[in-house]
T-cell receptor
Framework: QQPVQSPQAVILREGEDAVINCSSSKALYSVHWYRQKHGEAPVFLMILLKGGEQKGHEKISASFNEKKQQSSLYLTASQLSYSGTYFCGTEINLIKAAGNKLTFGGGTRVLVKP | DAGVTQSPTHLIKTRGQQVTLRCSPKSGHDTVSWYQQALGQGPQFIFQYYEEEERQRGNFPDRFSGHQFPNYSSELNVNALLLGDSALYLC???????????FGPGTRLTVT
C-alpha cells in the first residue's frame, strides 16, 4: 500500500516555509525523499532510517516519527529552485539483504513564486 | 563520476510490439531497480537486479522481464505492448548494503 502525501500541492512566495508530510499504514525501515522537476529524473534529497540516522543534503531538513510511521520534509526559506514535485518513497524492511524496494506516494507539487 | 544513464530517451511503439530499454548504473553501483512512472503519479517498482538475478519484483505481469549483465548494466523488456504501458521508465542504481538510490533520466515510452 502506497504512502499518503499531504498536501497535494502548495504555492509559496520566495522565502516562505512549507512542510510536506508522508504517512504509511505499515511499519517502515526508511523514508526516502526525492524532488522531480518536469521532464527530469527524481533527484535524491534525503533518507531517514529507523533508529534516527539521516543521510542527505545539508540544506534539507526532515523528520521521521517511528511511532506514527510519518515523515515530514521541511522547506525553509524557499527558493525558486525548490519548485517541483516532491515524492516520498518508503521501504518496509523485512529482509534487509534483499535490497531497497521503494513504494512511492502520489507526490506533492510545490510552486515557489518570486 | 558518471551518473545513471538510460537509452533511448524517447520511444514510440505500436500495440503488440516488444521493446527493450537499457540502463547503465552509477559508477561503483551493483544493483539496478526499474520503476514505471505514469503521468502525474509516483514511480512504481517493477523489479530489481543484483548479481545478474531478479531479487525483488513488484506487481507487474510477466510481460515485463529484465536482465543484468556482468558489468552491472541492465535491460528492461516489455512484450505485447498495451496502451497502458505508455509511461516514463526509470532506472535507479544503488550499492548493495547502502540505502541511497539514484535515478537516471528515464525513457519516455509511448504506445500507439
Amino acid at each position: 500500500q502506497q504512502p499518503v502525501q499531504s498536501p497535494q500541492a502548495v504555492i509559496l512566495r520566495e522565502g516562505e516555509d512549507a512542510v510536506i508530510n508522508c504517512s504509511s499504514s505499515k511499519a517502515l525501515y526508511s523514508v526516502h525523499w526525492y524532488r522531480q522537476k518536469h521532464g527530469e529524473a527524481p533527484v535524491f534529497l534525503m533518507i531517514l532510517l529507523k533508529g534516527g540516522e539521516q543521510k542527505g543534503h545539508e540544506k534539507i531538513s526532515a523528520s521521521f516519527n517511528e511511532k506514527k510511521q510519518q515523515s515530514s520534509l521541511y522547506l525553509t526559506a524557499s527558493q525558486l529552485s525548490y519548485s517541483g514535485t516532491y515524492f516520498c518513497g518508503t521501504e518496509i524492511n523485512l529482509i534487509k539483504a534483499a535490497g531497497n524496494k521503494l513504494t512511492f506516494g502520489g507526490g506533492t507539487r510545490v510552486l515557489v513564486k518570486p | 563520476d558518471a551518473g545513471v544513464t538510460q537509452s533511448p530517451t524517447h520511444l514510440i511503439k505500436t500495440r503488440g510490439q516488444q521493446v527493450t530499454l537499457r540502463c547503465s548504473p552509477k559508477s561503483g553501483h551493483d544493483t539496478v531497480s526499474w520503476y514505471q512512472q505514469a503521468l502525474g503519479q509516483g514511480p512504481q517498482f517493477i523489479f530489481q537486479y543484483y548479481e545478474e538475478e531478479e531479487r525483488q519484483r513488484g506487481n507487474f505481469p510477466d510481460r515485463f522481464s529484465g536482465h543484468q549483465f556482468p558489468n552491472y548494466s541492465s535491460e528492461l523488456n516489455v512484450n505485447a505492448l498495451l496502451l497502458g504501458d505508455s509511461a516514463l521508465y526509470l532506472c535507479a542504481s544503488s550499492l548493495r548494503g547502502q540505502d541511497e538510490q539514484y535515478f537516471g533520466p528515464g525513457t519516455r515510452l509511448t504506445v500507439t
